[in-house]
């Protein structure tokens, strides 16, 4: 099993920045992708970033590129989601997942492990 926790959630105005926090424990060497979604009422969860386990081979969806960095300390066990110059269109919840499958993926359905999540919200 993996445990996920995510942090770093908040409110903050438009143009800020946050950092969230995910810290992964449990038998982490099953996973090989970790990565961020988000979901706001009514909508569909949606796949922001993804990162292969120990590289830096990234993913970062057409709507937060630019904006958004995605990384990992190997070391901590702890994956990272930057978010510069946020829109209120980001308010979202912001899940971290993580994926046993052997290739890359951003399909929620290959993930397997999920954290709690945590509120994002960004005023105008």
């Known amino acids: 099993q993996v445990q996920l926790v995510e942090s770093g959630g908040g409110s903050v105005q438009a143009g800020g920045s946050l950092r969230l926090s995910c810290a992964a424990s449990?038998?982490?060497?099953?996973?090989?992708?970790m990565a961020w979604f988000r979901q706001t009422p009514g909508k569909e969860r949606e796949g922001v970033a993804r990162?292969?386990?120990?590289?830096?081979?990234?993913y970062i969806a057409a709507s937060v590129k630019g904006r958004f960095t995605i990384s990992q300390d190997n070391a901590k066990n702890t994956l990272y989601l930057q978010m510069n110059s946020l829109k209120p269109e980001d308010t979202a919840m912001y899940y971290c997942?993580?994926?046993?499958?052997?290739?890359?993926?951003?399909?929620?359905?290959?993930?397997?492990?999920w954290g709690q999540g945590t509120q994002v919200t960004v005023s105008s």
């Open positions: 997942a993580a994926s046993a499958r052997r290739y890359l993926t951003m399909r929620e359905r290959d993930f397997g492990y």
């Open positions: 990162i292969e386990r120990g590289s830096r081979n990234a």
């Open positions: 449990g038998y982490t060497d099953n996973t090989n992708v």
